[in-house]
């Protein structure tokens, strides 16, 4: 085999359809972005419920890793190894690997006892590649980490024709996995605040990752009478996601945390507006026009009330839609695009081949 191959460890599950993620999305189009500038690529799918995969799931990566060969460059999904130190920080000694983190195991809801684990990985690893500018302060601080073994990659926009929309105002798309994290609760609250005012809302996203959670909020719909006005659609994805956004108006994101946010430039690729929170890495992703406009509205998360003040002026300033989408429009040509990301990443293993233990 090629001493020049970088081995790519992802979750079992990323082509199903059913459980799209951005984390999946990036590593898909990284993969094929490495390949397309001529590097080998050998994916590993690791089949599991990561990050706390069953006995079998950790006797698959334990045996994935030990065939590797001494040296070999091997970049894991974080979601696969970050809850699994003890199959992984042992290899470490003998493998040059880096760990992409989309999403720190504990910024997500009851993960908190994973987060000792995380460290002990990534502590152990040779790099480690974060997927914004302000994650990878986040976990040089949160784990103490030496600032030199981590990058910040960002994820790539593809081209996207500009959105027609619906009529302009009404119609609101919120793309993101339905789980606590993403804030759907929020977003109810906030819409049932204006209800006396003409708008419907299309949630895009998986409904099988905490299925608790959709149960908690289909019961909230219903208890404000918001049946027919939030949809829930479930997992969209190629052209049913496209024509998603064709027809929005405003898209919205009401995420506690989020390192990036891919959904914002997949709006602003298309010249929709966003409203979401002012949380992590979301403002630069939201970012500015050349004029320095922004093309949306940031609000606070976990705050109904300041959400429904950003969707009611939205809704009722046409002045406000205007430059909002003229913003939009132009912060859309300033997007990077997925080659930006396959040689940010490249650069990173480049390094890390290059290193001797």
Request: glycine share 10%; proline share 8%.
């Given at each position: 085999?090629s ?17 799209p ?9 990284l ?10 690529v050998?994916?590993?799918a ?20 030990a ?26 000694s003998?493998?040059?690997?880096a ?7 504990a ?25 914004s500018?302000w ?16 990058h910040?990659?960002t ?19 919120c ?18 605040t ?45 052209k ?25 430039t997949?709006?602003l690729?298309?010249g ?5 929170t ?6 630069d ?59 940010g990443?490249?650069?990173v293993l480049?390094?890390l081949r290059?290193?001797?233990?």
């Amino acid at each position: 085999m090629s001493g020049h191959e970088i081995r790519f460890v992802v979750p079992g599950d990323i082509d199903d359809a059913d459980v799209p993620s951005g984390g999946n999305h990036y590593d898909r189009r990284l993969r094929d972005g490495l390949t397309a500038s001529g590097r080998t690529v050998r994916e590993m799918a690791m089949p599991g419920a990561w990050p706390r995969p069953d006995a079998a799931a950790r006797t698959g990566l334990a045996r994935s890793l030990a065939a590797l060969p001494d040296g070999a460059v091997v970049l894991l999904d974080g979601l696969v190894a970050c809850g699994v130190p003890e199959i992984v920080v042992p290899e470490a000694s003998r493998l040059r690997l880096a760990v992409l983190v989309h999403l720190p195991l504990a910024d997500e809801p009851g993960q908190d006892d994973l987060n000792a684990g995380e460290r002990r990985v990534l502590e152990a690893a040779g790099a480690v590649v974060a997927t914004s500018p302000w994650a990878k302060e986040h976990l040089i601080s949160h784990h103490g980490l030496e600032a030199s073994r981590v990058h910040a990659v960002t994820p790539g926009t593809d081209p996207a024709s500009l959105a027609a929309g619906t009529d302009g105002t009404t119609r609101l798309l919120c793309v993101a996995s339905v789980t606590p994290r993403k804030g759907h609760d929020v977003l109810v609250e906030a819409l049932a605040t204006l209800a006396h005012l003409p708008w419907h809302c299309e949630f895009v996203g998986p409904l099988r990752r905490d299925p608790e959670y959709v149960t908690r909020l289909h019961r909230l719909i219903a208890r404000h009478r918001l049946g027919e006005r939030i949809h829930l659609e479930g997992p969209l994805t190629g052209k049913r996601l496209d024509d998603a956004y064709a027809g929005a108006d405003l898209a919205v994101l009401a995420s506690r945390a989020e390192t990036y946010g891919m959904v914002v430039t997949e709006a602003l690729a298309r010249g929709v507006p966003v409203v979401a929170t002012s949380v992590d890495g979301v403002p630069d992703t939201l970012g500015w026009d050349p004029t320095g406009a922004v093309p949306g509205l940031l609000v606070p998360p976990d705050d109904p009330a300041a959400l429904a003040a950003a969707l009611r002026r939205w809704l009722v300033e046409p002045e406000l839609r205007s430059r909002l989408r003229a913003a939009a429009r132009l912060r859309r040509g300033m997007l990077p695009g997925w080659d930006d990301t396959a040689r940010g990443m490249a650069t990173v293993l480049s390094r890390l081949r290059r290193e001797t233990r």
